[in-house]
């Protein structure tokens, strides 16, 4: 619903659940921004592994 009000989600269908999580659904998290022109850096940490989950890493 987000997205039909023009906001952006960075995530898109990366995988974004760590090797610990077995269930088929590799998506969880997602980054909505309002205009990609502030994001200088994105990315999914990989390591280390804390959760089940992977860190986003946004800077703007």
């Known amino acids: 619903m987000l997205q039909e009000h023009g ?4 995530v898109g269908d990366a995988d ?9 659904v590799r998506n969880a998290r997602y980054a909505l921004v309002s205009s990609t022109a502030v994001v200088h850096k994105f990315g999914i940490v990989v390591e280390p592994e804390v959760s089940d989950h992977r860190a986003l890493l946004l800077d703007l």
């Open 7 to 10: 906001m952006v989600d960075l």
């Open 16 to 24: 974004t659940r760590a090797s610990s999580y077995t269930k088929p």
